[in-house]
């Protein structure tokens, strides 16, 4: 029998057709992209930096859950309030990456495996005391020549499935990331037969391991043409080729799909997530919503710039772009908000 709150965990992220904001850079990754957007690289800029997003006004509204990282989950406000005990305050419920990062997988040339099962069960249970309800583990997948090989999926989706079943033993809600990474040449065609071959290992691997699916989160890419691809299908094409890939072999026992952004402007990734919604909501087993972070957080970032006068303006930023989200789970989200928001 599935734990009841587990089940209670999805209901309340994703109450109200929320999402979730995925706040989680690693330190390396945070000042990777506050060295693009010409910020400071330092500790007390990515703290203020997290609570600028967790202070917007009516943020709940949009945002369900929000994942933040080891440094993060710890931090406090300038004020010296714990972030944990902000999100609470603010009707959002804390969630943590506890995957590693990648590494290179042995003997699979440009190949890359998720670290992080060592000491997995000891850090879950301290999470969760700090305040996590959920928790999240990406693995990624590059397409090439001749990738990805059966050894790096299968590895991935079983260290994604072993990783669940952790989380669901001390009542944390895993988010399962695989991701199919979008860079390259790539057809959407290839990106659909190696998503559906990657959620087909994935859901066997879960089988095995004892994870109860109605206690988790999937969060997939979508079904997209590389990025440099020459032919660029059009939201309506994405849309359907995403729902049908998921239809073969996500199981109706999921709650809930939140979808990565992975590199699509906040734009692209609304109206592709709107289009999905606008044409099958009713008729799918499980909810279609967001997970995203750089489609939320990249241009308020660019605003905030590390300047507290800028707080305001970089605060309006993130609510507009949850909105359109949230307004994309409904399948009411149309270009006309974004120029409506200039
Ligand atoms: P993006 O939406 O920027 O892809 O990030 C989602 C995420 O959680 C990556 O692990």
Request: net charge negative; charged share 25%; with cysteine.
């Amino acid at each position: 029998m599935y734990s009841n709150e587990l089940v209670d965990t999805v209901r309340a992220l994703f109450e109200g057709d929320r999402g979730l904001l995925a706040m989680d850079e690693s330190d390396h990754t945070c000042n990777k992209r506050f060295a693009a957007a010409g910020i400071v690289q330092n500790e007390e800029n990515r703290r203020a930096y997290r609570e600028m997003i967790i202070t917007t006004p009516d943020l709940n509204e949009f945002i369900g859950g929000v994942i933040l990282y080891d440094e993060t989950i710890r931090q406090a406000t300038c004020e010296g309030t714990p972030f944990v005990q902000v999100i609470r305050e603010a009707g959002i419920i804390p969630g943590i990456k506890v995957d590693l990062g990648e590494e290179d997988l042995a003997a699979h040339s440009g190949e890359k495996i998720t670290a992080g099962l060592d000491g997995l069960r000891e850090r879950l249970t301290e999470y969760s005391k700090i305040g996590a309800r959920f928790a999240k583990w990406r693995a990624v997948i590059a397409l090439g020549e001749d990738i990805p090989s059966r050894g790096c999926i299968g590895a991935n989706m079983q260290a994604l499935a072993r990783y669940a079943a952790l989380c669901q033993e001390v009542g944390l809600v895993p988010i399962i990331e695989p991701e199919v990474l979008m860079e390259g040449t790539h057809s959407l065609a290839r990106c659909r037969e190696v998503s559906e071959e990657v959620l087909r290992t994935l859901f066997i691997e879960l089988f095995h391991q004892g994870v109860t699916l109605e206690g988790l989160i999937l969060k997939p890419n979508m079904i997209l043409p590389g990025l440099i691809c020459p032919h660029q299908e059009s939201v309506d094409e994405v849309a359907e080729a995403t729902v049908r890939t998921l239809r073969r072999v996500v199981p109706a026992a999921v709650p809930a799909i939140a979808f990565l952004s992975g590199g699509q402007s906040g734009e692209l990734a609304a109206a592709r997530l709107n289009a999905m919604n606008a044409k099958f909501k009713g008729d799918l087993p499980w909810i279609l919503t967001f997970s995203f972070a750089r489609a939320i957080q990249h241009p308020a970032m660019e605003i905030w710039n590390s300047q507290k006068s800028n707080i305001p303006a970089a605060q309006l930023a993130i609510s507009h772009r949850a909105k359109c989200c949230r307004d994309a789970r409904r399948g009411e989200y149309s270009k006309a908000m974004e120029i409506e928001s200039r």
